[in-house]
């Protein structure tokens, strides 16, 4: 497959534009196909089956479009299947996961605030992984039905009073960080450091994500060797293009990317989905 194919990226709606705009930042030359299921979205309270299946279809839609790298860029898509699609894919898959570790490493940890789905909490895939890190007692798990529902179709309502809800009956006074464990997450850090009431620390994998993205092309030899001046960006929605498209790149902006050919269409007819 050639180097310049692009990349894809999956979420099951906007949060994984948080992760695309890590990889832009780091492979600005690279181009991108990105797949938000936003008719099925959230898949965190879905069963896992059905969140398997729905995850399946839209890897299966992105090879289909020739990528030489799938990036799923979902806590809940990669808890439920991330070693399945690696074993059966011969193209490299990456999936994102709670940045635990660095939030355990810190030396400012005390008491830190896991917050994620219900499902990725749930899954066995994560217990293994905070099993495996050290202070593990200072890591206090918040399940957060809803919350990325929330965020995906009301963004910038409601979301304080949902975060209040959660943390109802917490003392928070000692809290130092916050891992942010859905990629929905990052778009509402400043309710969250509200509702805590003090400044704090947040952590979410993307970054880490899209270093090891570059490092494992680079390994490879999968870069891209074609010289753009900027990153080119097509936008794939099961449901809501225009809206959400718009709102992509809105994250984008705000994550300081402004420079970008955005070569969508229009709203695609993905198989296995219903909008």
């Not at 059966?88 to 709670?98: A, K, S, Y």
């Not at 620390?201 to 680079?218: I, P």
């Not at 001046?229 to 959400?244: G, L």
Request: hydrophobic share 40%; aromatic share 6%; charged share 25%.
């Amino acid at each position: 497959m050639s180097s310049d194919a692009p990349i894809g990226v999956f979420d099951s709606g906007l949060g994984g534009v948080n992760v695309l705009a890590e990889l832009i930042r780091l492979m600005p030359e690279e181009c991108y196909i990105y797949f938000g299921d936003t008719a099925n979205n959230p898949y965190g309270t879905k069963p896992i089956e059905d969140v398997k299946q729905l995850t399946w279809d839209g890897v299966r839609w992105l090879i289909e479009q020739d990528v030489k790298a799938i990036v799923i860029a979902c806590n809940t898509a990669t808890s439920a299947l991330i070693n399945e699609l690696r074993s059966r894919l011969t193209i490299p898959v990456f999936g994102i996961e709670p940045a635990i570790k660095p939030a355990l490493l810190s030396p400012e940890q005390h008491r830190i605030l896991l917050m994620a789905t219900p499902l990725t909490i749930a899954e066995k895939k994560f217990r293994q992984l905070l099993a495996q890190m050290p202070h593990r007692e200072a890591i206090v798990p918040i399940p957060c039905p809803g919350l990325a529902e929330l965020i995906e179709d009301h963004p910038g309502e409601l979301t304080e009073e949902k975060i209040r809800e959660l943390f109802r009956g917490m003392d928070l006074s000692n809290v130092t960080g916050v891992v942010l464990g859905c990629t929905h997450y990052p778009l509402i850090q400043h309710q969250i450091e509200t509702v805590i009431g003090h400044t704090v620390t947040f952590y979410d994998g993307a970054e880490g994500l899209a270093r090891h993205v570059r490092q494992v092309l680079e390994e490879q030899q999968k870069l891209s060797e074609k010289k753009r001046d900027k990153p080119e960006i097509r936008f794939f929605f099961t449901d809501a293009f225009f809206i959400k498209r718009k709102q992509a790149e809105g994250i984008l902006q705000r994550r300081g990317i402004e420079h970008l050919v955005d070569i969508s269409h229009e709203q695609p007819i993905c198989k296995g989905y219903k909008s």
